[in-house]
């Protein structure tokens, strides 16, 4: 399985982005897929998790309310949509798969699949 995110840029702060990661190789409905995010000096840190089969969706306090996680297996992609996004949402973005099909996994273990990553730059 190979994971390729996309969508990230420059966005002024209040504004929107919609991340996308599409999935090559099948997804199985054992996984949950999900996305986390690193900024400048700091450890990467869990966003947004999806059920791939099940659709169950577990987010962070951090942006929980800000961001919606869904996914299309028509597709095989995952995506974020991010809503008034802060300065402090700066960070590069990842998605990432794990075999498991409880979505708060994906919170605590290590995932089997990372993509790479996506900038994500908020302006004030």
């Known amino acids: 399985v190979q994971l390729q995110a996309s969508g990230g840029g420059l966005v002024q702060a209040g504004g929107s982005l919609r991340l996308s990661c599409a999935a090559s190789?099948?997804?199985?409905?054992?996984?949950?897929m999900g996305w986390f995010r690193q900024a400048p000096g700091k450890e990467r840190e869990f966003v947004a998790a999806i059920g791939w089969g099940n659709l169950s969706t577990y987010y962070a306090d951090s942006m929980k309310g800000r961001v919606t996680i869904s996914r299309d297996i028509a597709k095989n992609t995952m995506y974020l949509q991010m809503n008034s996004l802060k300065p402090e949402d700066t960070a590069v973005y990842y998605c990432?798969?794990?075999?498991?099909?409880?979505?708060?996994?994906?919170?605590?273990?290590?995932?089997?699949?990372w993509g790479q990553g996506t900038l994500v730059t908020v302006s004030s």
């Open positions: 990432a798969a794990v075999q498991s099909t409880t979505v708060r996994a994906m919170a605590v273990m290590d995932p089997n699949y």
């Open positions: 190789g099948p997804i199985l409905s054992r996984y949950s």
